[in-house]
C-alpha cells in the first residue's frame, strides 16, 4: 500500500486523455459557477486547491497556490501537457495554464477577459483540440477560446470532441453525446457540422474515450 499525502483531498480522478495523471480539488466554495456567485454577491471566496499526482510513483504536485478571489477549475491533458484553468476574480481574468512537470511551475498559455462569458456556468476545458468551453443554460454550446462559436444544441447534449482540429482541415466535425429516458436510458453519439452547427447523422450508442486516444463506441 503506497501512502500519498494529499493534504485532505482524497478524491482523485484520471485526468482525460492520460494514462499517468490523476487530479483532485477541494472545492471549498463549490464548483467554479457557485464561486462566481458568491463572489458577485458580495462574499469572500475560500480560494480552493487542486493537485495532481503522477503514477505510478504517486509523487504530488500543486501547481498553482491560488490568492483570495482565484479559483481552479477542471484541467485537461494535451499534447502531453497538463493544461489548466484558473479565474481570479477581482481582475476579472479567465488563465489559461500549462503545468511543467519537471519544474513543477506553470505558464500562462493564454489570458483572456472575463467579460467574454456571460456567466462561469459549465465554463470548462476540453480537449481534442484544446478549447475553452461553456455550455449556456438555454441549450448553447460554446466554444470561445481559441476561437469562439456558438451552436444551438439539444437538452442532455454534452460535448465530446471536435474531429479535424480548427487550422488544418476543412469541413470539422463535431462530436457530441445526448441521452434520453424515453422511458429506458439510452445514449447517441450526434455529428455536427462545425461552421454551421448543422446535425449530420446520429449513431445510436455510448461514446468512450481511451487514454491513448481511441474512441470506443459501445452498442
Known amino acids: 500500500m503506497k501512502r500519498i499525502v494529499t493534504n485532505g483531498i482524497t478524491n482523485l480522478e484520471p485526468l482525460a486523455g492520460s494514462s499517468e495523471w490523476y487530479w483532485g480539488a477541494d472545492y471549498a466554495s463549490g464548483d467554479l459557477y457557485e464561486a ?5 454577491s458580495g462574499h ?3 480560494k480552493n486547491r ?4 503522477h503514477r505510478p510513483e504517486g509523487t504530488v504536485y500543486e501547481p498553482v497556490r491560488t490568492e483570495s478571489g482565484q479559483y481552479l477549475g477542471r484541467p485537461v491533458y494535451h499534447s502531453g501537457q497538463v493544461i489548466l484553468l484558473l479565474v481570479d476574480f477581482p481582475k476579472e481574468e ?28 459549465n465554463l470548462m476545458l476540453e480537449a481534442p483540440p484544446l478549447m475553452l468551453t461553456r455550455s449556456a443554460h438555454d441549450n448553447q454550446f460554446q466554444i470561445i477560446w481559441p476561437e469562439r462559436r456558438d451552436f444551438a444544441i439539444e437538452d442532455h447534449e454534452f ?4 474531429e479535424g482540429f480548427f487550422e488544418f482541415l476543412e469541413g470539422n466535425r463535431l462530436y457530441t453525446t445526448v441521452w434520453y429516458e424515453d ?9 455536427r457540422d462545425y461552421e454551421t452547427g448543422e446535425l449530420l447523422e446520429r449513431i445510436p450508442g455510448s461514446l468512450r474515450s481511451m487514454p491513448d486516444g481511441q474512441r470506443w463506441l459501445l452498442v
Not at 462566481?36 to 458577485?40: A, G, I, K, Q
Open 36 to 40: 462566481e456567485e458568491l463572489f458577485r
Open 44 to 46: 469572500p471566496i475560500q
Open 50 to 53: 487542486l493537485i495532481l499526482v
Open 94 to 121: 479567465i488563465n489559461i495554464l500549462t503545468f511543467h512537470e519537471t519544474a513543477g511551475t506553470t505558464e500562462p498559455l493564454a489570458v483572456l477577459p472575463l467579460s467574454i462569458v456571460e456567466d462561469c456556468y
Open 159 to 162: 460535448f465530446e470532441f471536435l
Open 183 to 191: 422511458p429506458d436510458y439510452r445514449e447517441e453519439v450526434l455529428v
